[in-house]
């Protein structure tokens, strides 16, 4: 069958999320690949969620989102990162980030513009530049001694005259990093001096490790005024079906992401907002214990894949390991990401995610392997324990 997808689509193919998950569930593999946690989310969010329903909150919710999510959207935010925004003009509540992002590159680029973003890539991002037919400028985190970071040549050559934004992640899926305040602030300089727009996929922004401070370009001098800061409640609450993500951004920005979020979705699910608002605004103790847990996971899984010979940079951030495979899989044969993540769910029962799907020159990304750690203890031991017998 000849394909009668639009051409747009095609370098993408079906998204590496689904394709690794259907393989973990085809052979019963614990699944450390696509990011979602394999437990519930607080109570207190369901329960505010049904009685919604209860109460007949069931019709389209406004279109920038229900009046109780934007206050709380924004008394969050205001705690998280000392942004403050304005709940009617300047927040957005969207189907997930990822309606964010599209809304926001379809709402605010034309065809033509080029955007700078950083690589390994969260995979919708290429794919919303591909429908906004804009152009990537790829910045690549190279890997360092303990993580990994862009070169500041690299970062001031992706500008030019053409550039109309620069698309970051903080926390970053999948290496980890958590952008410093000097390598925000030259990111913030670049954008100010080329006048162009920052996007910013903030939605690790409370899963951080070690004493990491996580901060918003947006905060920085200059850039509040050319920010869009996207976030949402999937990771921070454990409710990645949900989707109910945001946009913060000022007015003028806003009335653009608007324009395309209101033909895309027009709105989300009316309940789940009610439930996200009772979350934000009185769910912080489950956020500590969640980052707690999180925290155990990513130490547990961290050592027993570094005792198994693989080359392990902890994240300050989110909730994956990105970890060098060649040490394990050369004693295998296999040669590249792809090939290990193949075999990881038929011979050990475990899988994961092959991170060449975030490059633009694949190649750069197949000596890593991605790990989600977003999971109960005993999930996490079963893996540790499967990945001994294979390896062993
Ligand atoms: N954000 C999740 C991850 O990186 C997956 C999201 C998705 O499946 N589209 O694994």
Redesign the pocket.
Known sequence: MTTQTAERFLPFGT?I??EM?ALANTHRAVNL????PDFDGPDMGKDAAKKAIDDGHNQYAPMPGTPELREAIAAWTQRASGVDADPMTEITVTCGC?EGIAATMLGLLNPGDEVVVFEPY???YRACMAMAGVTPRFVTLHPTEDGFAYNDDELAGAFNERTRAVLINTPH??TGVVFSPAQLRRIADLCITHDCIAISDE?YERILFEGAIHESIATLPGMRARTVVLSSAG?TFSL?GWKIGWAIAPAILTAGIRSAHQFLTFSTATPLQHGAAALLNGGEDEVTKLVSHYARMRSLLGEALGELGFRVRLPMGSY?IMAEHAPVSDRLGLKSDVDLCRWLPEHAGVAA?PPSAFYSNPSDGSGFV?F?FCKQSETIDEAIRRLRKAFA
């Open positions: 998204t999320f689904s998950t690949s696509q990011g979602f990822t969260y995979d919708s899926n999948p939605v990771k990645t994956f995610i991605r989600a």
